[in-house]
Every structure is written in structure tokens, then in C-alpha cells.
């Protein structure tokens, strides 16, 4: 394979390669064949450590989460269809699970119900509409 001159104390010797294989090398010095066990060092890499300051504590009126009572809940399209039927109107007052409308989509009739508590603020679809993934069918605010 490859060939090399070493001068080591004044000696020269003449090393070939033959093969090389995991880390065992047939090599030949001077015609006579030797089976060299070649160590590798361990190259590791280099990881910076990173040193974070602690951070403190939140105070005990800080930790707490606010939750905003009146928020609106947008009830949209899981997928593409048609409504067929509306049950409930502005005003109305629903609890979770309650059914909000039916629609066809998939050539089945599927249910939208209330996920949470909450007073119907406007439906924005009627009977006979044609809807798509993602549009808004209802808008309430939560309770």
C-alpha cells in the first residue's frame, strides 16, 4: 500500500503497508512482516459548559396565574361541509358538552358541542351554508 523510510538512531528502515484493518496493521519492516496494534487517542470534543446564575424565586403574589374571566372562545370548522342545523342563538347560555350545531362533512353528520361553559355572543352561520376547515362557526365568551 504505502511506503515509508524511517531513520531511528541512526538506523534506516524501510515500512510498508500492506493493509490496515480496524486498528490492526500488517506492515513490513526491512522484509520481515509484523501485525502492529495501533492505539488511537480519544479525540473529545470541545463542549463549552455554560454557567447560569440562579434565578429567584417568584414571590408568592407574582406566581399566581390570572385568568381572564370574559375571554372569547371562537368555535371553528374542524373540516370543510355544510350546516344543516343551528342549535342555538345569541344570548344563549351553554354548558360543556352541550350541541351548538350539525354539519355534513365527509357525507357524515357530526356534532359540534360546547367545550367549556359559556354565553353564546354570535353564530356566524345559518342552515344551508357551505364552510370550510378552519372558519368560524360560533363565538362565545367563556364563563
Known amino acids: 500500500m504505502k511506503s515509508y523510510k524511517f531513520t531511528i538512531r541512526g538506523h534506516n528502515y524501510d515500512v ?29 470534543a470541545k463542549i463549552p459548559v455554560f454557567i447560569r446564575k440562579d434565578v429567584p ?9 390570572k385568568k381572564d374571566i370574559s375571554s372569547t372562545v371562537l368555535v371553528k370548522s374542524p373540516l370543510p361541509g355544510n350546516i344543516m342545523q343551528v342549535f342555538v342563538k345569541p344570548g344563549d347560555e351553554v354548558k360543556k358538552g352541550d ?6 362533512a365527509m357525507k357524515m353528520e357530526n356534532m359540534i358541542l360546547a367545550e367549556k361553559d359559556g354565553i353564546i355572543v354570535s353564530v356566524k352561520v345559518q342552515p344551508g351554508d357551505g364552510v370550510l376547515q378552519d372558519d368560524v362557526l360560533i363565538e362565545m365568551k367563556q364563563r
Do not use: C, W
Request: proline share 2%.
Open 57 to 65: 424565586s417568584p414571590a408568592r403574589r407574582e406566581s399566581k396565574i
Open 99 to 104: 350541541k351548538l350545531l350539525m354539519y355534513e
Open 16 to 44: 510498508e503497508i500492506q493493509d490496515f484493518e480496524d486498528n490492526i496493521a500488517n506492515i513490513e519492516v526491512n522484509g520481515t512482516k509484523y501485525a502492529v496494534e495501533v492505539q488511537h487517542e480519544v479525540k473529545r
